[in-house]
């Protein structure tokens, strides 16, 4: 595990805004890996991360002309990750697969359905 970059123990923001269609996840997918290898995450957490910022994806993206906007802001330890669908109306409603998908491989999950917003965690593990 590589150690993680000095300059990011203060507080860096990296915000994407993509149309809200399944074909774009990989997209944001790619980003979240890329950050989370940057930070020194290690393979297991870099993968759990993919998983739960696709299963985020699988659950904004509607491909209704609609926007999804994946704001991660990253730490030291840890990468907040705060999705949101614009310009939806209905409710967010996450099945239960979907929730433990996302309680597997994220912490800190919190789900606005009326917003639609989905927030969660992901901590880097500690080298043993």
């Not at 074909?23 to 393979?43: E, H, I, S, W």
């Not at 998908?101 to 919190?110: G, H, W």
């Amino acid at each position: 595990m590589t150690p993680p970059d000095p300059a990011l123990a203060r507080i860096d923001d990296v915000v994407l805004t993509m149309p809200a269609r399944p074909t774009y996840a990989r997209v944001v997918r790619l980003a979240a890996t890329g950050l989370a290898a940057r930070l020194g995450y290690g393979y297991d957490d870099v993968e759990d991360l993919r998983i739960g910022v696709g299963e985020m994806c699988n659950l904004l993206c509607d491909g209704a002309g609609r926007v999804v906007r994946m704001r991660f802001t990253l730490t030291a330890d840890r990468i907040d990750i705060d999705a949101v669908l614009i310009g939806r109306e209905s409710d967010l409603t996450p099945g239960p697969l979907s929730w433990q998908i996302l309680r597997a491989v994220l912490s800190d999950l919190a789900v606005d359905p009326a917003a639609p917003r989905i927030r969660a965690t992901k901590h880097r593990s500690v080298a043993p």
